[in-house]
């Protein structure tokens, strides 16, 4: 519930005059956002300059994941004054994939999605140069980070797991590349056609296929306000890829179970050996415990690798909607979206 002074202001802003609304535009810039009331203006000013720069019909999605600033506050104001602007409200905080795939679904473009963060890591003026991929016969044109200005660790931290990922993924992910793409319209209704709950998009978009190609770019710093990816956040993102699009772990099960076999049956030799032929009681307390703490160990992670596939399958199997869209709007007009069931409610499961 909006407080009576943001009611006031909203209320003024609809009873402007409205810009023309964009009925199928060509291109269509996904941007979600999360507590961005720093960065806003400075993303809305840079991709006007963008959409008045380039002879095309382009509309901005911008999706708010649960924001606990301004930020409704201000894609509100925004969508109700200009018509190019479309901007969904998710029900609560459902992370970044998730708002990215609910910006997907929105998209009305008729040619390519232009995907970008609204920290402006991720510069939107590309935009110009991706087409351009575009229109040679690319379907996915995405950006390959050749530098990043942020702290040591996380440029470590982020290198190592994409040559990781890399050397184990059956699926080919392009080194240092992110969700910061160009994709073809009919890449997306593929992608929207893809149900899976833990979501890992740069992995489906490998996956999907069709002709690919990378663009290299320096990524710039936040241009405000803090990260909101925290190191719980990336973990999880990493998980997904790697339990999603990868045999690996598995295999290391397999593997681990190979070789423990191996050492039990080379400590059983050395037993029989020294109890039948040198007629010695065998000793070993400690390497005997030594064993079964190694053993146990190696059990507890292979459930625990075992039990992350699991967890993947509990929550699919569940068949809940990815997300719950609280309100959109879009073409001049605030439009709660209708639910399944329900003509009344405000509220729809996507």
């Known amino acids: 519930m909006l407080p009576e002074s943001q009611k006031n202001v909203l209320l003024s802003v609809a009873n402007r005059p409205f810009n023309t609304a964009l009925s199928e535009p060509q291109i269509s810039i996904v941007?979600?956002?999360?507590?961005e009331t720093e960065a806003f203006p400075h993303l809305?000013?840079?991709?006007?300059?963008?959409?008045?720069?380039?002879p095309l019909r382009i509309e901005v999605v911008l999706i708010d994941d649960g924001s606990r600033d301004n930020t409704a506050l201000q894609?509100?104001?925004l969508a109700l004054t200009d018509g190019r602007y479309q901007c969904v409200f998710l029900s609560r905080n459902y992370g970044h994939q998730i708002a990215l795939t609910a910006g997907i679904a929105a998209a009305r473009a008729t040619e390519a999605l232009f995907i970008i963060d609204g920290d402006l890591q991720d510069p939107p003026e590309l935009l110009p140069e991706?087409?351009?991929?575009?229109?040679?016969?690319y379907d996915v044109v995405y950006a390959v980070r050749k530098k990043r200005k942020e702290s040591w660790f996380k440029r470590i931290a982020y290198s190592t797991f994409y040559r990781f990922m890399r050397s184990i993924s059956y699926v080919d992910i392009p080194l240092d590349s992110g969700d910061f793409s160009l994709i073809s319209r009919r890449v997306a209704d593929i992608m929207n056609q893809m149900p899976e709950e833990s979501r890992f998009i740069r992995g489906m978009r490998s996956w999907i296929g069709f002709r690919q190609i990378g663009v290299e770019y320096e990524r710039d710093a936040r241009v405000d306000g803090e990260s909101k990816y925290?190191?719980?956040?990336?973990?999880r993102l990493a998980y997904n890829g790697i339990f999603n699009f990868s045999e690996y772990p598995i295999k290391v099960i397999t593997r681990m179970?190979?070789?423990t076999l191996g050492f039990a049956v080379l400590y059983l030799i050395q037993t029989l050996i020294k109890r039948f032929v040198y007629h010695d009681v065998p000793q070993g307390f400690t390497a005997l415990l030594f064993f079964i703490i190694l053993f146990s160990g190696i059990q507890l992670v292979a459930l625990g690798l075992i039990g992350e596939y699991v967890l993947r399958i509990f929550f699919q199997a569940k068949g809940r909607p990815l997300y719950v869209v609280r309100e959109v709007i879009c073409q001049q007009q605030r439009q709660p979206l209708q639910g399944l069931n329900s003509p009344k409610s405000s509220e729809n499961a996507v």
Do not use: D, T
Not at 31 to 35: D, E, H, I, R, S
Not at 45 to 51: C, D, I, K, S
């Open 257 to 259: 179970g190979m070789v």
């Open 130 to 137: 991706f087409y351009q991929k575009y229109q040679e016969g």
């Open 31 to 35: 941007a979600p956002l999360f507590n």
């Open 230 to 235: 925290s190191f719980k956040m990336l973990q």
């Open 44 to 54: 809305v000013a840079r991709l006007n300059a963008v959409m008045e720069a380039m």
């Open 75 to 77: 894609m509100q104001q």
